[in-house]
């Protein structure tokens, strides 16, 4: 018997089956798992070969998160490595005074290239690789969903931070800092295009990230496996979640800061210049708006591996599991609060400072209330003696010593003193070491059973822990008594007599003793993955997990998707791995002949319908390529062969995602037990509509920041707005921009009730986009007229920037309609509804309030003239 579940409505589980249902699911279905019988023969051979790995050059295909996990992390590690040698140079150019071994520039290079290679190549990335690969199998999912996105995400990664690391090589790495302030930043004292290949760089390597959020938002919320309601999610899921939120509230900030030191750069609008209207200080806004989140970006997912590994090391459920995701939640909020403790020392007012300060503290409470719950955890079970558990508990010791300090330099009267001395490189080092670093090597050793099916050595273990361990304290600590005896940052040498050599030569030694744990480290990793192991099933599971990533078997994941109704169900039910394994619940095999997953409801996880994943493809691989070329040929003005790589890499794009959108003949299937599911939804159902909303919100937060440039130096620069605001763009302007939102909006309803909806809907969105270009260029000839220019003063640069950016948005608008119009013409459009007029609607109408709004600001700031 089959049960038919509407179009978009799904199951969920909890343990009361007359629980409210969220989408109209009747959870007395879950009655029916375990399935009982034998599955058809040949059924688990078909689901190994849609999802097999291509071998060989196809491998660069390949998108499924196993294999873009696993080499996200390898590439990290990487980069790890690579800026740690480069540390290792400057703790020997600081062994001794006036010591000779690089440089003052080359040194200048060093710092400023570990800094950013360990942030933006390194810590960012190594979590998100982690949560690829490690959080659909975690949730129940066959893959994440939007597979080819994971793809694009990673080789945009590699290729560009390969690039921007290689700059060294050739002279041309930047060397003001991994921050870049300004003025050294800008034109005047950084000539040359070094500069330019660090904001380039980072911002390519920022779209990864943010492409790579969006992918674990969606999938987090939308893939879990049936009846994991919020409540039963593993702690993990939750760091996740709030990591990739939190990227999308933080990294446009960086966009942000980057586009607008890239227009001053190269056309001399004086943004930063406070010569003629700009100020320095937004830089320093804008940038710590994403980089004291940033570090809560670290911090989040690797506390999560903690609580993780700790619930599974102490043999015992997570003490407090609810106070540790409300901490979590505390956390990313109070983060975006504390920025400007990084400026205590440009002369804040006194009521900012103390605000920061005090915010600088509070966001201890909910780490503490982690730390806690750790200790609590593992004091009351049966801790088990193994290196997981070593760099466990160093690591909650070197972290909770780098928050002490933490605390010292929320104070702006300490800060005052310790600013920009050694005190702060060994706090954040601790703090980072601790939270990030010793969880990735816990994570490591615990995990890698699971992905290859052997173990790391323990005896091998132990040395690297100690060595490290050991090392931290030996490099850092004495580097807060170096910085308290006046020691500054970010300088190549220092002067003999001062007490100084003896603490550096320390440190340079604590450097080394690091790098040789590292290394046996590496020894070890490469002699276990060097061949895959042949132990499966529950022999993979040393360290006797709880959670459902101890369940997966192929690059499918799980063989079937059970349903959840536990915080740790293998510990709750013997029997399911055998019941798994034999495919006794939902997808035991592939219903349709393609990759498939299962989509579930947000909240209560019901069942919703099943979607037909992408297999393999080059188009991400090219995509990205075509990407790098594009941003790093602009860095060396080469500006034809810069914009053949863009045509290019919107040539890829809309290959890559022209298949995406499809319907098959086979409206429902059977997901399992007889229930069937619909296999095309639109609308808020839709994991595409999801996607299209969160880039929404992260187009949004950019162009709040391009807002927030506006005020901040309309508010420390009044007289430099000299030129009377124009209006006469306002009335056509806003006519434009409503007509174009509302064609937009009323495309799909008119779709809907139309015989011939499709091409009239197809229509609608072109005019829409036809409106949006037209209030552009009024707006923009509306300031020209005025006698408005963009180098004249920090009004021009700042209203030209917002135009800029929209201009921007604007051309996406327009090769969206286009790109829409190909798939009308070629049938791809049909009625009554389809994913991609959902998702460009989201887009066009978010365009014309971001019109609206960029029109009205500065003519209604300063209201009457200047």
Known sequence: MTTSVPSGVAGAVDDAATAPSETGFDARLYGRFPTKGRRPKGELDDLKKVWETPTGWQAFSAVNNNFIGFLFIVTALGFFVAAGILSLVMRVQLASPLADVVPQEIYNQLFTMHGSVMMFLFAVPAVEAIAVLLLPQMIGARDLPFPRLSAYSYWAYLIGGVVFFCSIFFSLAPSGGWFMYPPLSSGVYAKGINADFWLLGIGFIEISAIAGAIELIVGVLRTRAPGMTMAKMPIYAWAVLIFGVMIILAFPAMIMVTFLLELERAFNWPLFDALRGGDPLLYQHLFWFFGHPDVYIIFIPASAMVSAMIVTVAQKPLVGHEIVVLALIATGFISFGVWAHHMFTVGLPGLSAGYFSAASMAVAIPAGAQVFAWIATLASGKVQRNVPSLFLVGGILIFVMGGLTGVMVGMVAFDGQAHDTYFVVAHFHYVLIGSMVFPLFAGFYYWTPMINGRELSERAGRWVFWLNFVGVHVCFLPMHLSGLMGMPRRVDTYLPGRAMEVPNLISTVGAFIIAAGVLLFLVDAVRVYGRKGNVGGDARNVYKGGTLEWLATGNYGLRSIPVVNHLEPLWADARLRQDVEAGRYFLPGTATGARETLITSSS??????????????????????????????????????????????????????????????????????????????????????????????????????????????????????????????????????????????????????????????????TLSMVCLVAALAVDVLDWWTAGLRGDASGQGATIFAMLAWHGTIVAAVVLSAVYYLARWMRGLAPPPANKTLEALRILFMFAAFEGAAGLLLPRVLPWGGV
């Open 604 to 765: 209560r996880a019901e069942p919703q319908y099943v979607q037909i994943m992408p297999g393999p493809s080059w188009w991400p691989l090219l995509a990205a390529l075509f990407t790098a070329g594009f941003f790093l040929l602009l860095t060396v003005k080469a500006l034809t062969l810069s914009a053949i790589c863009g045509v290019l890499t919107i040539v890829c794009v809309m290959r890559w995602v022209w298949g995406n959108d499809r319907h098959i003949p086979q409206k429902q299937v059977d997901a399992g037990a007889g229930i069937l599911l619909p296999t095309y939804v639109t609308g808020p159902q839709s994991h595409g509509w999801w996607a299209a909303v969160l880039l929404v919100i992260v187009l949004g937060m950019i162009f709040l920041m391009s807002v927030f440039s506006y005020l901040y130096l309309f508010g420390a620069h009044p007289d430099w707005w000299r030129v009377e605001a124009p209006r006469g763009a306002l009335v056509p302007g806003l006519l434009l921009l409503g007509a174009s939102a509302g064609l937009a909006y009323a495309a799909r309803p008119w779709m809907a009730r139309r015989k011939r909806g499709s091409g009239v809907s197809a229509a609608m969105m």
